[in-house]
């Protein structure tokens, strides 16, 4: 989702943008607090789903396409451009004589993004090791992967400042997404204790773990509770809680593909293994260029702190990674793939 509001935002003021997602995702909210105008289709994914939700979702699905061809024969656009998501597969079929433009945020593009990309004119990729799953009738672009438009990289004394942190102390991330990342959070919780003796922790914990945190707070001990800094999800900050951390504790989402490299940020990822592999890929890419380690989820409670500690403990490795990171960083994906949007708008208004 942020990436294609980075990619908005390089082209507001050269286009008019309709947003469309399914219905009653939490999308919506998001998107109109970016200022995006978003209007909403029945859709429902089919992978990796039990076989009782299948008809019901398949139906969902045909029931999208007759809803986005109403949206675009009333919006009128001149070109489509897509990021992922089941929502989109209505979208594509809707509309396959326009032009359509796909960014692939994963490493391995997911189902959905198979599917859309076989009607794209463009494909844009995070990395040139995602261009193996396209065939040579297709152009692909190695854009990087756009990260959010407000972001700012700083150093780690002022990010600390600015966040609100001690800027002397090193600093460990746990992040597991807006909804959290349920035994990434019991295993931090479990040993927390001994990770505040380790770094101050920024912990952004999900909505739906939140609730558990005020009982977590109260079994530390007072001369390292000020040293936990607990958030349910950071809209705003974001930034500075990456550039403030000296190693960051994830999931191995689409984002850290771009975010970590941004930052240099030496990384721990545990991959969600109750889904097909993406995580996976995303994760054993960044671990064989240098700039993580990967952790089984079914081993996190025994592997996470000796791992931590080891890492916090040795800043040249730290040191190392974080050049690693650096190193794969692309700034400007977001502005070169608006003008990959823009291209194709030009080449329909020729006729071509």
């Known amino acids: 989702m942020y990436p294609a509001l980075a990619v908005i935002a390089e082209l507001s003021e050269k286009a008019e943008v309709l947003w469309v997602g399914g219905q009653g995702g939490m999308e919506s909210a998001l998107v109109k607090r970016a200022g995006v105008p978003f209007e909403?289709?029945?859709?429902?994914?089919?992978?990796?789903?039990?076989?009782?939700?299948?008809?019901?979702?398949?139906?969902?699905l045909l029931q999208g396409i007759p809803a986005a061809k109403r949206i675009i024969r009333r919006f009128q656009p001149?070109?489509?451009?897509?990021?992922?998501?089941?929502?989109?597969?209505?979208?594509?079929?809707?509309?396959?004589r326009l032009p359509q433009a796909v960014f692939v945020p994963d490493i391995e593009p997911a189902l959905a993004l198979r599917l859309i990309s076989r009607f794209a004119r463009v494909i844009n990729v995070s990395t040139a090791a995602s261009e193996r799953f396209y065939s040579g009738r297709k152009r692909v672009v190695v854009t990087g992967y756009p990260t959010q438009t407000d972001f700012v990289v700083r150093g780690k004394a002022e990010a600390r400042r600015i966040f609100g942190l001690d800027e002397g102390t090193r600093t460990l991330l746990v992040f597991g997404g807006s909804r959290g990342a349920r035994s990434i959070n019991m295993a931090v919780w479990e040993i927390l204790p001994e990770?505040?003796?380790?770094?101050?922790?920024?912990?952004?914990?999900g909505?739906?773990?939140?609730?558990?945190?005020?009982?977590?707070?109260?079994?530390?001990?007072?001369?390292y509770a000020d040293r936990y800094y607990p958030h349910s999800y950071l809209h705003?900050?974001?930034?500075?809680?990456?550039?403030?951390?000296?190693?960051?504790?994830?999931?191995?989402?689409?984002?850290t593909i771009g975010e970590y490299p941004l930052f240099g940020l030496p990384a721990v990822l545990?991959?969600?293994?109750?889904?097909?592999?993406?995580?996976?890929?995303?994760?054993?890419?960044?671990?064989?260029?240098?700039?993580?380690?990967?952790l089984r989820d079914e081993d996190l409670r025994r592997t996470l702190l000796p791992t931590v500690s080891e890492l916090m403990h040795d800043h040249s490795?730290?040191?190392?990674?974080?050049?690693?990171?650096r190193r794969i960083s692309k700034p400007g994906a977001a502005k070169q793939i608006a003008g990959e949007i823009e291209r194709l708008t030009m080449k329909r208004g020729r006729g071509a």
Do not use: C
């Open 195 to 205: 990770l505040l003796k380790i770094a101050q922790v920024v912990h952004i914990t």
């Open 78 to 96: 001149d070109v489509l451009f897509f990021t992922g998501g089941y929502v989109g597969v209505p979208v594509a079929l809707a509309s396959q």
């Open 207 to 223: 909505d739906l773990d939140w609730p558990r945190v005020p009982a977590v707070i109260e079994k530390l001990n007072m001369t």
């Open 317 to 325: 490795r730290l040191k190392e990674m974080g050049t690693a990171m």
């Open 270 to 294: 545990v991959p969600y293994p109750h889904a097909w592999r993406y995580q996976e890929v995303n994760a054993a890419y960044l671990e064989d260029n240098g700039g993580a380690i990967v």
């Open 236 to 255: 705003e900050g974001m930034d500075q809680a990456l550039g403030a951390a000296d190693l960051v504790v994830s999931r191995a989402g689409a984002a």
């Open 40 to 60: 909403s289709i029945p859709a429902a994914g089919l992978h990796g789903v039990g076989i009782r939700s299948l008809p019901l979702n398949a139906s969902r």
